[in-house]
């Protein structure tokens, strides 16, 4: 087997892979390519979005990809980025299953990084932009899909489960454990991950970081008077403090479910939540 990675974030919306793919590949062995799932699901799809917002039609990485098979997506990656270990945070189950069972890819060691985050900041992050939704059928939807994920993927060579609160709070701490599993050396300076050339797709918050600046970005951040405030910062986004009234904050830590699965999830940060 080759000594070159694809590691496949897997995550609800808006738990922070786009993030965490930008800190994994900012090291000189890996690349970011964002929601790369997107160019071979969608003919014609931009590829870049840092390549988009500087004015050119394709990127100086992945031009011609749209001429390329999705069965040699990964392949296609690694010639043009010329590292070992790429990193793409699609978050779709159809394409991890299809790269998963694809035989050109069995040369590669492949991770599957699932990524959880605090109910409290998804549901948050998710209201914005539906204000309809409540914390009981946001629970079962945040237990049970990441349930779904875990029954999915547990059972892989490489399943490795992270939590974005404790790689934000504690990143000296947590970040070096994933770097290893992942066969990249960790670096603090990756966590200002806007001083590194990222090439992939991603228009949300973290991408605001890197190319917010640019006259042609193409970002929704849900808030760009945060992202703003906090440009070219490393910051533990913690919005639910002031987005939660008491009484939801107290329907929350009474949520027995909800509670149990923290513990038996056992992340840091859910462990003091709980």
């Not at 990127?59 to 070992?84: M, P, T, W």
């Not at 050109?104 to 599957?112: E, L, P, T, V, Y």
Request: charged share 25%.
């Amino acid at each position: 087997m080759s000594s070159k990675s694809i590691n496949l974030i897997i995550s609800l919306t808006r738990s922070g892979s786009n993030w965490l793919s930008y800190i994994l590949g900012s090291s000189s062995d890996s690349a970011h390519l964002g929601e790369y799932h997107r160019p071979f699901s969608s003919h014609g799809h931009i590829a870049c979005r840092l390549c988009e917002a500087n004015g050119f039609s394709e990127c100086k990485y992945l031009y011609g990809i749209n001429n390329v098979d999705k069965s040699n997506a990964f392949k296609f990656a690694f010639d043009r980025f010329q590292v070992k270990s790429l990193i793409d945070c699609s978050k779709s189950k159809e394409w991890i299953n299809y790269h998963i069972d694809n035989e050109i890819n069995s040369q590669f060691r492949m991770s599957i990084i699932h990524l959880y985050r605090d109910f409290k900041a998804w549901f948050v992050s998710e209201r914005r932009r539906n204000k309809t939704l409540t914390i009981d059928d946001s629970i079962s939807t945040w237990i049970n899909i990441n349930r779904e994920f875990s029954l999915l993927y547990s059972s892989h060579a490489h399943y490795i489960k992270v939590c974005y609160d404790d790689l934000s709070q504690w990143p000296n701490e947590e970040f070096p454990i994933l770097f290893k599993k992942i066969g990249l050396e960790w670096n603090e300076d990756f966590l200002s991950y806007w001083n590194y050339e990222h090439h992939g797709l991603g228009g949300n918050g973290a991408s605001f970081q890197n190319i917010g600046h640019l006259t042609k970005a193409k970002v929704t951040t849900g808030d760009d008077e945060y992202y703003s405030k906090h440009r070219h910062k490393v910051f533990y986004d913690e919005r639910w403090k002031d987005e939660l009234t008491v009484k939801e904050i107290k329907r929350i830590s009474e949520s027995d479910i909800l509670m149990e699965e923290y513990s038996n999830l056992g992340f840091r940060s859910f462990t003091a939540a709980h």
